[in-house]
């Protein structure tokens, strides 16, 4: 691999280091053409998470197609060493899913993106990730179609294309293209999902991995009445008053606001914002569900 590839996924990892240990959770979804005793990977996505993720335990093949799902955080193999051998030309084996490795492009190699921190769309409620891309060879060469489609329909357990396998395995998106390894790390600080508002007080909180330095995080938030922003304020990691959740931890604090007011919340670690969340008083509503407004209500 060149050295600039190289460069760019250690980029990653230190982009991520300030919360890694927030991850208890690294798993593998991939979707495997089998040639010359080794499975090319014509996508693949590493997820980084704080909470464990329920997996589907046996590999699916049909004909020379296999899609899985691995536990790489229960093996003895790290992250980095998982993609390493993935990105290898001799590729790397995982008990009981065989020999994979990355789908190479003309001449063997591969193409790593610059690692980013993802912005969706700013919806009521949304979070940034980290991620990294790496591209391969062309997948039509390892999953041509409509060839690919007919050998899933005649599996053991049918699908009826390629797209719908992708979707069972967590590789929604990734069913064209160049073959494709992302890496994407989930935001370890959120606004708490119980945050409420109950007529003059809000309740607001933060949920993030026990790992996390209080002293680093930070609740934002500013509060809106009849569309205009009557205060801001932000309330620092350690003023909350910390619970145990698991293998996590909510932070809470009450704060005084008008009758009638929204409030957005913002999630920060090390300044960085993480996660936000609009709140308003769920008595609103005649069913009496809370609700949350998106941002191109809010002017």
């Known amino acids: 691999m060149k ?3 190289l460069r760019k996924i250690d980029a990653f990892f230190e982009l991520i280091a300030g919360w890694r240990k927030a991850y208890h959770s690294a798993c593998l979804y991939y979707l495997a053409k089998y040639e010359d005793g080794r499975f090319n ?11 464990p993720s329920i997996l589907i335990p046996e590999p699916y093949r049909a004909g020379a197609i296999q899609a899985g799902q691995w536990d790489i955080s229960s093996s003895s193999m ?3 060493q998982l993609i390493g051998g993935l990105l290898s030309p001799q590729g790397c084996q995982l008990d009981g899913h065989g020999i994979l490795r990355m789908a190479p492009g003309d001449g063997g190699e591969v193409l790593v993106s610059d690692p980013l921190l993802l912005v969706p769309e700013m919806t009521a409620q ?3 990730l980290v991620g990294l891309e790496i591209n391969g060879g062309s997948r039509e060469k390892f999953l041509p ?11 053991e357990l049918p699908y009826d294309t390629v797209e719908e396998l992708c979707h069972d395995y967590g590789l929604e998106g990734m069913a064209q293209g160049k073959s494709r390894l992302e890496v994407i790390a989930q935001t370890p600080v959120q606004v708490f999902a119980g945050s409420t ?3 003059t007080s809000a309740s607001l909180g933060l949920w993030t991995a026990k790992s996390m330095d209080k002293y680093r995080l930070r609740l934002g938030y500013r ?5 205009k922003v009557i205060r801001r304020g932000m309330v620092p990691g350690e003023s909350l008053e910390w619970t145990e959740a698991g293998i996590a931890m909510v932070g809470k604090v009450a704060i005084d606001v008008p009758e009638g007011a929204r409030v957005q919340c913002i999630s920060s670690y090390e300044d960085r914002a993480h996660h936000q969340q609009w709140i308003t008083d769920a008595n609103i509503l005649n069913d009496g569900r809370p609700v949350v407004f998106p941002t191109g209500d809010i002017r």
Request: charged share 25%; glycine share 10%; net charge negative.
């Open 145 to 155: 179609q409509p060839e690919s489609d007919w050998i899933l329909k005649g599996g």
């Open 78 to 80: 790290s992250v980095e």
């Open 197 to 199: 508002i109950i007529g």
């Open 223 to 227: 509060i809106l009445l009849k569309g």
């Open 126 to 128: 949304s979070h940034r």
């Open 3 to 5: 050295e600039s590839s």
């Open 41 to 51: 990977v014509v996508s693949a996505r590493i997820f980084l998470d704080v909470s």
